[in-house]
């Protein structure tokens, strides 16, 4: 289970006189997540999700707050928790001079993957994400869609228990996506954790078991999709978001 309390995340900033100011980008984010459940973290840009995620993925440190993976947390426990975690950010670049097979070769040596068990744990993840065509190929020469495939490829070449994937299918075509989206459904039926983090509403409504909408730093609504539509009084989380904002949000 991973536990979330209370957690925080200063910045400091110039505002329009170029005075220093603090702000919070996460001010106070409390969850909790169970194993075989999707949880989406919804708001739009700048409202927070990618400065939670990386701090849940043990990539900045919080202000204030805990963060627990199974008791454990990265203060004692660093090494073993990252290497139980997979984390995409949508902006994360790979070696664009090698296959998709060497870059998950590699990956799987970083992690400690038994050799004798590399091969056939790449070609299982290439059969699961549909990469087998390309397999063999640069990814230089990939299409957006494939490449963001290998990502998704390297974050679970290790089997991980978590998954912390941040606007995994920002951008792609409706195929790559819903490659993906499927992904993250068999991972869930295996016990898997999987944070999702996304502005497409339509995408969390499908999928996620669970939502936490964030808008300037804070949750301003969570539960089951149903359960925030009933109780916004709205037929998606689209028309649930902007009834709970007022119809504005901090997007610029």
Do not use: W
């Amino acid at each position: 289970m991973l536990k979330v309390k209370d957690l925080k995340k200063k910045f400091i900033r110039y505002n329009s006189k170029k005075q220093k100011e603090e702000f919070y980008a996460d001010n106070g984010i409390s969850f909790e997540a169970k194993e075989g459940e999707i949880i989406g973290v919804l708001g739009p840009n700048g409202a927070g999700k990618t400065t939670l995620l990386r701090m849940i993925a043990g990539i900045l440190e919080p202000t204030s707050g805990t963060i627990e993976f199974d008791g454990l947390n990265y203060s004692k426990n660093e090494i073993e928790i990252k290497k139980n975690i997979a984390y995409l950010s949508g902006n994360t670049k790979i070696y664009n001079t090698l296959s998709t097979y060497e870059l998950l070769k590699m990956c799987a040596e970083i992690y400690e993957v038994k050799k004798e068990n590399i091969d056939s744990r790449i070609k299982e993840i290439a059969k699961t994400l549909n990469m087998e065509s390309f397999l063999y190929n640069r990814i230089a020469n990939l299409s957006t869609g494939q490449t963001q495939r290998v990502n998704i490829a390297r974050c679970l070449i290790h089997d991980p228990k978590y998954y912390i994937l941040d606007e995994a299918t920002s951008g792609l075509d409706i195929i790559s996506s819903q490659v993906i989206l499927d992904f993250m459904k068999e991972e869930k039926k295996k016990g898997k954790i999987i944070l999702y983090s996304t502005h497409y509403m339509e995408e969390a409504e499908n999928i996620c078991d669970y939502v936490i909408m964030i808008n300037k730093g804070v949750i301003i609504k969570e539960g089951t999709p149903e359960k925030i539509r009933k109780e916004t009084k709205t037929t998606n989380l689209r028309d649930a978001f902007f009834a709970l904002i007022g119809g504005k949000s901090n997007e610029e």
